[in-house]
């Protein structure tokens, strides 16, 4: 995969929490692709060199939850469903 590089600046006093500030920055630019609905769990996996599996719990730990569906989405589905 080609890759570019992104410089950007920050006040230092936000960076002292925080030690790797590279690998934070990327992995919540990854997140935000996700939930955009930029990239897939399996893209945004393989991005973050990890299984899907553990990108699935990389979100929980990030409180991004893995079916975004409404409950108003959800209830259509079943009457779907229950329909069949």
Do not use: H, W
Not at 4 to 17: A, G, H, M, S
Not at 31 to 40: A, F, K, Q, V
């Amino acid at each position: 995969m080609e890759t570019i590089e992104i410089k950007i600046q920050v006040p230092r006093e936000i960076l002292k929490n925080i030690p790797d500030i590279s690998k934070y920055t990327y992995e919540k630019f990854v997140l935000g692709l996700y939930l955009d609905e930029e990239i897939s769990t399996g893209k945004a996996a393989r991005m973050l060199n990890m299984p899907q599996d553990k990108f699935l719990e990389f979100c929980g730990k990030n409180n991004i939850p893995y079916f975004r569906s409404t409950p108003e989405e959800i209830q259509t589905e079943i009457q779907i469903m229950v329909g069949l």
